[in-house]
C-alpha cells in the first residue's frame, strides 16, 4: 500500500527494562479527579460521574526532553498526573475485572492552555484549544503492572525549577483506576495502546520559557521536561 502523503510512525513510549515499546493509540484524560483540585477549579468536589477529554496521540514527549514553549497562550499550566497504559481491548469493564486490561504505568504531565481552556469554558465550548495542543502530553517510559503492581496509593508531586507545586497522594483519587476504567468502558471500546491520564492533585500553576518540571509518582517514576527558552 502507498501512503497518499508521508507516514507519520505511531507515536510510542519506551517500555522500561526492555526492548520493546509501547504503542500509543488513544490518550485519554480524567477531569478533577482529586478533591483539592476541583476546589481550586472552582468546583465542588462532590461524586458526580467522572467526565473525560482527550489529546491526541502524537501529543507524546519522551521523558528528558526540551520543549518549544507552545503557541498561542500566555497561561500554560502543568497537571502532573499517573498515566494508565491499557494493555487489552474491552468494553462494559467491571471494575472488579478493570486491573485485568493494564498493561501498566506512567508518570505523565497534562500540560493545559488555562487560558484558551478558560475562555472555552466560559462559552460552552469544547475544551481541545487548551488541551489537546502540539506536545502536551510528556510521560515516562511505562513500568509494567509486574514491576510497579497496581499503584493505588502512594505520593505524587511536582516540582517547577526545584520548588514544589502540587502534591498529593494517589489515594486521594476521587475515581480510582478501576472505577475509570470501568466508566471509560461504558462510553467507548477501550484499545490496547490507549493511555488514561487519571488525574491531577492541586497546585496546579504557571509554566514560563526556560522552566524545569519535575514530576514523581512513587513506585512509578521520575519525568522530567525542560521549556525552551
Ligand atoms: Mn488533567
Redesign the pocket.
Given at each position: 500500500m502507498d501512503y497518499a502523503v508521508k507516514f507519520r510512525p505511531t507515536p510510542h513510549l519506551p517500555v522500561a527494562e526492555s526492548n520493546e515499546v509501547f504503542p500509543v493509540g488513544r490518550i485519554y484524560?480524567?477531569?478533577r479527579?482529586y478533591a483539592e483540585h476541583a476546589r481550586e477549579m472552582g468546583h465542588d468536589p462532590e461524586r458526580e460521574p467522572p467526565f473525560f477529554f482527550m489529546k491526541p496521540a502524537d501529543a507524546i514527549v519522551p521523558n528528558g526532553a526540551t520543549i518549544p514553549f507552545p503557541q498561542a497562550t500566555n497561561d500554560l499550566h502543568h497537571?502532573i498526573?499517573m498515566v494508565v497504559a491499557i494493555g487489552k481491548d474491552g468494553a462494559d469493564i467491571p471494575a472488579e475485572k478493570a486491573l485485568d486490561h493494564v498493561f501498566g504505568y506512567g508518570v505523565g504531565l497534562?500540560m493545559?492552555r488555562r487560558d484558551l481552556q478558560g475562555e472555552a469554558k466560559k462559552m460552552g465550548r469544547p475544551w481541545e484549544m487548551g488541551?489537546a495542543f502540539d506536545n502536551s502530553a510528556p510521560c515516562t517510559a511505562l513500568k509494567t503492572a509486574a514491576m510497579a503492581g497496581h499503584p493505588a496509593k502512594g505520593a505524587i508531586w511536582l516540582k517547577v525549577n526545584g520548588a514544589v507545586k502540587q502534591k498529593g497522594d494517589l489515594s486521594e483519587m476521587i475515581w480510582n483506576v478501576p472505577e475509570m476504567i470501568s466508566y471509560l468502558s461504558r462510553l467507548i471500546t477501550l484499545r490496547a495502546g490507549d493511555l488514561i491520564?487519571s488525574?491531577?492533585p492541586a497546585g496546579v500553576g504557571p509554566v514560563k520559557a526556560g522552566d524545569r518540571l519535575e514530576g514523581h509518582v512513587d513506585g512509578v517514576g521520575e519525568l522530567t521536561v525542560t521549556y525552551a527558552k
Open positions: 484524560c480524567v477531569g479527579n497537571e498526573e497534562d493545559t488541551k491520564m488525574g491531577t
